[in-house]
Each structure stands twice: as structure tokens, then as C-alpha cells.
């Protein structure tokens, strides 16, 4: 997701460890060792890596890893394996809510769906919503930030194009590019400054 010369993102294992302690904060129907999660994004990108297989392990959660999307595999699978976590990018979301075997299927098991990487539209979250009944909640983050640093809360409905709110212990600022030291005021452009533990 880089442009240029591969960048480096140094993270501790308190980085990741706290920032799966705030993803399960603010998701709280998740138990231990009760949880499927299919995991769609490679273990090799920070989404697969530290929300999927992190967040997973610290649940005790069973992983369902697959090589690629292909969405009516991806409803098969998650209808058979009772699957209760999804993540992944809008285009799966709206793939998955407009193929013909979603629709009235048994979905009970799904507690929560995460999207983020790209904008996603509010009629696409409703049509998922609509199918699966499970909410499916906006983020924001980067490798850098381990990567969860925005997450909308369960039942709260982001603005269209925004995200919901900074985790537990996390600040987001729009700064002034000019004048980093100046947060600019709402509606305005300027750089993400996101700090946390």
C-alpha cells in the first residue's frame, strides 16, 4: 500500500499487545475461545498480521485462512464454519451482500465485520447490514499505528466518509501543515497526527 521506496514501520510488542487490548475493548460480544474468524487478509499485511492473527490468538479465537477472495466461497465457508469476525476492504462487503446465496442465509453467528483501507460508502454498509444483520463497522489506522487507531462503535454510524472514534488512550489531530503545532478547526485539511500507547 506504498508508493516509492518501501518504508519501514517499527512496532513493539506492547504496540500491538495494547492496540488489540483496545480493538477488544470496544468489541465486547467477543469470548474466548468461542470465536471463528475467517481470516481474508494476508497474515503478511498489518491487518491479517495484528487484528486477524493477534487479536485471534489473544481470543483464543479459531482461524479460518484463505488464499484469496472469491465470494461465493468466502459465504460458504462462513455459513459452515459459523464464522463471527470478517474483515476486509468495502469491495468484499458489497460482493458479499449482492451474491444471490447471502441472501437468507443463516448469519447468526456473525458478530462483527470491520471494513477499512478505503472509503466505504453508507448504502454499501446498509446492504450488508440488511443481509447479514451483523454490524459492520468503519475503521481507520496504518502499520504505524498497529494498526487500529479509529473504530466506529457498535450501533454508531459514522458520518459518510468518516470512521467513528480514536480507540481507548488514542488521539487523532488534524494539524496544519504549515504550522504542525496548530490543530486546524473541524472541516478543514490537514495532516492525520495520531499519537497513543
Known amino acids: 500500500g506504498t508508493t516509492g521506496v518501501p518504508k519501514a514501520a517499527e512496532l513493539t510488542h506492547r504496540n500491538?499487545?495494547?492496540?488489540?487490548?483496545?480493538?477488544?475493548?470496544?468489541?465486547?460480544?467477543?469470548?474466548?475461545?468461542?470465536?471463528?474468524?475467517?481470516?481474508?487478509?494476508?497474515?503478511?499485511?498489518?491487518?491479517?498480521?495484528?487484528?486477524?492473527?493477534?487479536?485471534?490468538?489473544?481470543?483464543?479465537?479459531?482461524?479460518?485462512?484463505?488464499?484469496?477472495?472469491v465470494p461465493e466461497e468466502a459465504v460458504r465457508l462462513m455459513v459452515a464454519q459459523r464464522i463471527s469476525f470478517l474483515s476486509g476492504v468495502p469491495p468484499m462487503f458489497?460482493?458479499?451482500?449482492?451474491?444471490?446465496?447471502?441472501?437468507?442465509?443463516?448469519?447468526?453467528?456473525?458478530?462483527?465485520?470491520?471494513?477499512?483501507?478505503?472509503?466505504?460508502?453508507?448504502?454499501?454498509?446498509?446492504?450488508?447490514?440488511?443481509?447479514?444483520?451483523?454490524?459492520?463497522?468503519?475503521a481507520y489506522g496504518l502499520s504505524e499505528t498497529a494498526p487500529g487507531a479509529v473504530l466506529a462503535l457498535e450501533g454508531e454510524k459514522a458520518p459518510e466518509g468518516g470512521t467513528g472514534r480514536p480507540l481507548p488512550e488514542t488521539k487523532v489531530e488534524?494539524?496544519?501543515?504549515?504550522?504542525?503545532?496548530?490543530i486546524v478547526p473541524r472541516g478543514s485539511r490537514g495532516e492525520i497526527c495520531i499519537s497513543g500507547p
Open 16 to 69: 500491538i499487545s495494547i492496540n488489540n487490548q483496545q480493538l477488544a475493548a470496544r468489541l465486547p460480544r467477543f469470548g474466548y475461545a468461542c470465536e471463528d474468524f475467517l481470516a481474508l487478509p494476508p497474515f503478511s499485511h498489518i491487518i491479517g498480521s495484528s487484528i486477524i492473527l493477534c487479536l485471534g490468538v489473544k481470543l483464543a479465537a479459531t482461524l479460518h485462512p484463505v488464499a484469496r477472495f
Open 94 to 138: 458489497m460482493a458479499i451482500a449482492r451474491l444471490p446465496a447471502a441472501q437468507g442465509t443463516d448469519w447468526s453467528a456473525l458478530k462483527y465485520c470491520m471494513t477499512g483501507g478505503a472509503a466505504i460508502p453508507a448504502s454499501v454498509i446498509a446492504e450488508f447490514e440488511g443481509v447479514t444483520g451483523a454490524p459492520l463497522l468503519t
Open 174 to 182: 488534524i494539524r496544519d501543515i504549515e504550522d504542525p503545532a496548530r
